[in-house]
T-cell receptor, first 117, second 114 residues
Framework: DTEVTQTPKHLVMGMTNKKSLKCEQHMGHRAMYWYKQKAKKPPELMFV???????INESVPSRFSPECPNSSLLNLHLHALQPEDSALYLCASSYSFLRVYSTDTQYFGPGTRLTVL | GESVGLHLPTLSVQEGDNSIINCAYSNSASDYFIWYKQESGKGPQFIIDIRSNMDKRQGQRVTVLLNKTVKHLSLQIAATQPGDSAVYFC?????????????FGKGTLLTVNP
């Protein structure tokens, strides 16, 4: 089973709202990722968690706040977003994340389509 | 800078034909390559990967070829079906160094005509 699940599928929020995106995997993967994807573009890395600790933050604005409650779950808390933050937000996981041997396949979830009004 | 790109942004084929999607990369240190398929409204789906110690790998109806000499990667889909219509991304990574993340190509839109 190589399934990563994400909820919700779609989310519409105003610029003053607070919402959260959720991601779950039960493959025993210890690395989890958040990506942002704009239409007709490849995914862009936002955050990497390795063994439940934040390893990488790709200079993402603080209005995006990731959280990894346990090895199977990954959240992305959203607050005071801008319309240009509207995009498909993808979660991915891989067996591990090691800078010196980063050849573990990343498996993606279906994404959350976010619209900021 | 280091990049992974595609020769053709769109590809249209007839059902039953073979498809070839190409990808060029510039980082000679890249040692791991992945092809992903992304259907409209869905997340990228892993298709096949290849490590730099191989030049060919086959899956079900798909073959990935790696030519390290010219830094070129291709995905061949045999007997293309309408369900193969999607955007295909190549991605690369390499062990060591500071490039810890997957670098994606721009994507090729494959359209299969019935």
């Amino acid at each position: 089973d190589t399934e990563v699940t994400q909820t919700p599928k779609h989310l519409v929020m105003g610029m003053t709202n607070k919402k959260s995106l959720k991601c779950e995997q039960h493959m025993g993967h210890r690395a989890m990722y958040w990506y942002k994807q704009k239409a007709k573009k490849p995914p862009e890395l936002m955050f990497v968690y390795s063994y439940e600790k934040l390893s990488i933050n790709e200079s993402v604005p603080s209005r995006f706040s990731p959280e990894c409650p346990n090895s199977s779950l990954l959240n992305l808390h959203l607050h005071a977003l801008q319309p240009e933050d509207s995009a498909l937000y993808l979660c991915a996981s891989s067996y591990s994340f090691l800078r010196v041997y980063s050849t573990d396949t990343q498996y993606f979830g279906p994404g959350t389509r976010l619209t900021v009004l | 800078g280091e990049s992974v790109g595609l020769h053709l942004p769109t590809l249209s084929v007839q059902e039953g034909d073979n498809s070839i999607i190409n990808c060029a990369y510039s980082n000679s240190a890249s040692d791991y390559f992945i092809w992903y398929k992304q259907e409209s409204g869905k997340g990228p789906q892993f298709i096949i990967d290849i490590r730099s110690n191989m030049d060919k790998r086959q899956g079900q109806r798909v073959t990935v070829l790696l030519n390290k000499t010219v830094k070129h990667l291709s995905l061949q889909i045999a007997a293309t079906q309408p369900g193969d219509s999607a955007v295909y991304f190549c991605a690369e990574n390499h062990s060591g160094g500071s490039n810890y993340k997957l670098t994606f190509g721009k994507g090729t839109l494959l359209t299969v005509n019935p």
